[in-house]
């Protein structure tokens, strides 16, 4: 057990975060008292480092940003909080306790992530408190959706679609419960629990005072459907069955999607897969790989920290080799698994075990009422008679799921009371875009309120092109941080500034492959440009049943990945407006 996770790093100054966490004790910082301080609506910097922790972010409403800084006045501050859901199923009696939560503590609207949990914005500071007592008394919790530790674990979505799938979400729920830190303090802050007598903080056996250098994924896919991008997180799963049976998992390690534009040392990275393990084993896998990256990982530079930068660091084999060493045996050879496509499946499907499911597409995450798509009240009406569950997907959708058969027809008729069912475009349906403005603090341009527009324009060459009902997985973030996993789309629009993005093209459909720069430093006009004779050539050009990513590259319009399973922005195709 580890006293202190400070590592070998070879830059002397450890980051600024490292102290915070070590002075923290146990994450408890000084929120208390910044809580109780009426004066501002914001609490002490280090402490918003350790809010995360506890699942929150502190952020300011960027739209109001210039006006308050001009009149003098404390940006308009409120706070982020993410749930941790590990495989994303809720009953609909917490639905509806979300979203009550959404409406009285909230902006009054819930978004789904891109790791199958729900988000809440705008809660100000004297709502905090209410709002995480009221997620506790929904039975779930913000513990470590944030931070430097293994966060939300995210797995397959629908469980009743085999017994893999159910399996899934048990490890998942098993990995999150098992890896979450020890502290307290959450219980302590948010609903008030005595401290224990003596009062020192308690022992992380497993992260020790300092915590991971870096947040922690973990994703489970379950073949032949990439919906959870598995090649994105650190440590990623992948169900292994024989017989109809799950036997194990091959495990990936190292990937991840951030970068910083201009800065050639980061870098996204697909996952590289190390082995495999049985059920049983998987949880201590976990436990080996977060020790392998707390005891490796840098904790001089953040932009460093993560773990693709200690497994390119270091080297794959002796990563492993460290993870083996942790787990006190080798792990077996990978069994090898391909996948058919990544993304979800929407619409009525029916289970192995008779039930149904609705996947429903919510465009971008956000769940609220428009005039005429009500999603709010709809999935409201929908959770008051629902015997199933609701279950968020790793594209920000959500599965209806676990419908008896005879409860279909109602559940269909709220669908289309509320404007729910809508036709859409097979573009639009496989779009992502990250939330961005005006609440995320890192976003160099407009994603979530900006990419419904963009696709219907793009709709429209795509309808002259003959390609309405051909997906393309599409996506877009307002930085370069990767928060809707842009460099695994076959198109994809990352922010650079003010209506300004970079164009990448020719990701891997199945999510194994990342894509490459098209175009850099681009704006509407430019990305229209660009893409209306790339997609009436493909139209015209493509082989059977053949992928707008898979094409670009054969069309020779993006050259095949040269640079292993990362990339930079400067590669010598790469080609400038
Ligand atoms: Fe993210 C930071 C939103 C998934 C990579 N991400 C942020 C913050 C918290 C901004 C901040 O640090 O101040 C964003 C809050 C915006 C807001 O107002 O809500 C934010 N990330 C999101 C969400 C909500 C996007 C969405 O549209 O759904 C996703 C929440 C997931 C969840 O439930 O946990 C979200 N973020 C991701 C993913 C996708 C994934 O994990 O599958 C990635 C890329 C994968 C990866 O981690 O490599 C991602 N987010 C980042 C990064 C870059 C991290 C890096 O080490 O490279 C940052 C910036 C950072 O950590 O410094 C970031
Ligand atoms: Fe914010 Fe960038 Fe993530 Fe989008 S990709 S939510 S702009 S950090």
Known sequence: MPDTNLPPSKTPALSKNEGIKARSRALRGTIAEGMGNIVTGALAEDDTQLTKFHGFYQQDDRDLRAERGRKRMEPAISFMARLRIPGGRVSPQQWLQLSEIARERANGTIRLTTRQTIQF???????????????????????????????????????????AHMEALALARRLSDELLPKTRAWHELWLGEERVAGGEPEDEPLYGTTYLPRKFKMAIAVPPQNDVDVFAHDLGFISIERDGAVIGYDVSVGGGMGMTHGETDTFPRTGDVIGFCTPEEAVAVGDAVIRAQRDHGDRSVRKHARLKYTVERMGVDAFKAEV?????????????????????HLGWSQSPDGTWQYCLFIENGRVHDLPDRRLLSGLRAIANVHRGEFVMTANHNLIVAGIAPEDKAGIAALLLQYGMEQGMSALRLASMACVALPTCGLALSESERYLPGLITKLDAVMEEAGLRDQPIVLRMTGCPNGCARPYLAEIAMVGRGPGRYNLYLGAAPDGTRLNKLYRRDVDEKAILEALTPLLHEYAAGREEGERFGDWVIRAGHIQATTAGNRFHEDLPEAVAA
């Open 121 to 163: 914005h705008g809660i100000i500071k004297g709502n905090l408190r209410p709002a995480l007592s009221a997620v506790n008394d929904a039975l779930l919790d913000t513990i470590a959706a944030c931070g430097d530790v293994n966060r939300n674990v995210i797995c397959t979505s629908n469980p009743h679609a085999s017994p």
């Open 324 to 344: 083996e060493r942790h787990l006190g045996h080798k792990l077996a050879p990978a069994h090898g698994a391909s996948f058919t496509g990544t993304g979800d």
